[in-house]
C-alpha cells in the first residue's frame, strides 16, 4: 500500500477486530490499521492464510490472527473474548467474512444459497453480537462490509444481493439501537476492487476486464487502500457523528446500474 493520507499514529494504543482478515479489502484494512498505530486482530478459517497475513502485518506493527468460524457464535465469542484479554477493550470491528460466487437462481443449490446467506448476515450478527458487550462505549466502531448488490439486483447472484442487503439492513437497525451505548455502525460499499478474489470470480480475463474498466465513469478499478482509507475515516474522530451510513466506494459503478457489469460479462 502506498502512503496514507492520515496521519501518522491515528488509531495508536486502539484494538480492533476484523473478519475475513486474512486476505483481500479486509487484509488491506487491516495493514491500513496497523500502521496507523492499532493492536489488529484478524479472523479466518484458514490458518495457513491466517497465520500468513499475520506475519506480514507483524512487520508493519502489533497483530494477531484467530481461527473460527464467523457461522459459529460460540466461536466468536471466544475469539473475540481472547482479543479482549490479549489486548484490552475493543475499540473498532470490521465484519468481512463473505461468499460469492456467479450462479443463475435456477443452477443454485439450496446449500449454496444457505452458505452464503449464513457466512454474510449470520456471520455479521454473530460477529456484532458477540463483541457488544466489549464495545459499548463511546467512539466505539463497527463497520460492515457490504457491496452494491444490496441494493443493485444481479442477474447470477440472487444469494448475494439477500445476503447484503440483510447485512444493510443489519447495520441501520444496529446503529438505531446501539447508538445510545456509543457505538456507531456504518456499512463500505465496496465496488470492483482489483486484485480481489472477488473480481476474479466476476471479471474472469483480460477481455471482460478491458470492457468493465472502460465503462466505469472513474475509468479504473478501486484499490484495497481506496477502501482502508475510508475505513481509516469512519473509526477516526472526523466521522464521530456518521451512524447508519451505506458509504459506497465504488468509482461510480452503481451511478450506471447493474447492467454495466452484466454486460462486460457477457450475461
Same mark, same amino acid.
Given at each position: 500500500?502506498?502512503?496514507?493520507?492520515?496521519?501518522?499514529?491515528?488509531?495508536?494504543?486502539?484494538?480492533?477486530?476484523?473478519?475475513?482478515?486474512?486476505?483481500?479489502?479486509?487484509?488491506?484494512? #487491516?495493514?491500513?490499521?496497523?500502521?496507523?498505530?492499532?493492536?489488529?486482530?484478524? $479472523?479466518?478459517?484458514?490458518?495457513? @492464510?491466517?497465520?500468513?497475513?499475520?506475519?506480514?502485518?507483524?512487520? =508493519?506493527?502489533?497483530?494477531?490472527?484467530?481461527?473460527?468460524?464467523?457461522?459459529?457464535?460460540?466461536?466468536?465469542?471466544?475469539? !473475540?473474548?481472547?482479543?479482549?484479554?490479549? =489486548?484490552?477493550?475493543?475499540?473498532?470491528?470490521? +465484519?468481512?467474512?463473505?461468499?460469492?460466487?456467479?450462479?443463475?437462481?435456477?443452477?443454485?443449490?439450496? $446449500?449454496?444459497?444457505?452458505?452464503?446467506?449464513?457466512?454474510?448476515?449470520?456471520?455479521?450478527?454473530?460477529? +456484532?453480537?458477540?463483541?457488544?458487550?466489549?464495545?459499548? @462505549?463511546?467512539?466505539?466502531?463497527?463497520? $460492515?462490509?457490504?457491496?452494491?448488490?444490496?441494493?443493485?439486483?444481479?442477474?447470477?447472484?440472487?444469494?448475494?444481493?439477500?445476503?447484503?442487503?440483510?447485512?444493510? &439492513?443489519? /447495520?441501520? /437497525?444496529?446503529?438505531?439501537?446501539?447508538?445510545?451505548?456509543?457505538?456507531?455502525?456504518?456499512?463500505?460499499?465496496?465496488?470492483?476492487?482489483?486484485? /480481489?478474489?472477488? &473480481?476474479?470470480?466476476?471479471?474472469?480475463?483480460?477481455?471482460?476486464?478491458? @470492457?468493465?474498466?472502460?465503462? !466505469?465513469?472513474?475509468?479504473?478499478?478501486?484499490? @484495497?487502500?481506496?477502501?482502508?482509507?475510508?475505513?481509516?475515516?469512519?473509526? *477516526?474522530?472526523?466521522?464521530?457523528?456518521?451512524?447508519?451510513?451505506? &458509504?459506497?466506494?465504488?468509482?461510480?459503478? *452503481?451511478?450506471?446500474?447493474?447492467?454495466?457489469?452484466?454486460? #462486460?460479462?457477457?450475461?
Amino acid at each position: 500500500m502506498t502512503q496514507s493520507v492520515f496521519r501518522d499514529g491515528l488509531l495508536a494504543g486502539k484494538v480492533a477486530f476484523i473478519t475475513g482478515g486474512s486476505s483481500g479489502i479486509n487484509l488491506g484494512i #487491516a495493514e491500513a490499521f496497523v500502521k496507523a498505530g492499532a493492536h489488529v486482530t484478524i $479472523n479466518g478459517r484458514n490458518v495457513e @492464510k491466517l497465520e500468513a497475513a499475520v506475519k506480514g502485518l507483524q512487520a =508493519h506493527g502489533s497483530a494477531r490472527g484467530v481461527a473460527a468460524d464467523v457461522r459459529q457464535y460460540d466461536a466468536m465469542a471466544q475469539a !473475540l473474548q481472547g482479543t479482549r484479554d490479549a =489486548h484490552g477493550e475493543i475499540d473498532i470491528l470490521v +465484519c468481512g467474512a463473505a461468499g460469492n460466487f456467479p450462479a443463475p437462481a435456477v443452477g443454485m443449490s439450496s $446449500n449454496a444459497f444457505r452458505s452464503v446467506m449464513e457466512i454474510d448476515v449470520l456471520g455479521t450478527f454473530n460477529t +456484532c453480537r458477540a463483541a457488544f458487550e466489549h464495545l459499548r @462505549k463511546p467512539g466505539a466502531s463497527v463497520i $460492515n462490509i457490504s457491496a452494491p448488490q444490496a441494493y443493485l439486483p444481479m442477474a447470477l447472484q440472487a444469494h448475494v444481493c439477500a445476503a447484503k442487503a440483510g447485512v444493510d &439492513m443489519l /447495520t441501520r /437497525t444496529l446503529a438505531i439501537e446501539w447508538g445510545g451505548a456509543g457505538v456507531r455502525v456504518n456499512s463500505i460499499v465496496p465496488g470492483p476492487i482489483d486484485d /480481489t478474489e472477488g &473480481m476474479r470470480r466476476l471479471a474472469p480475463g483480460d477481455d471482460v476486464r478491458e @470492457k468493465l474498466i472502460g465503462s !466505469l465513469p472513474l475509468g479504473r478499478f478501486g484499490t @484495497k487502500q481506496d477502501i482502508a482509507q475510508l475505513a481509516l475515516f469512519l473509526v *477516526s474522530d472526523a466521522a464521530t457523528y456518521v451512524t447508519g451510513s451505506l &458509504m459506497v466506494c465504488d468509482g461510480g459503478q *452503481s451511478l450506471l446500474g447493474s447492467g454495466l457489469m452484466l454486460r #462486460a460479462m457477457g450475461v
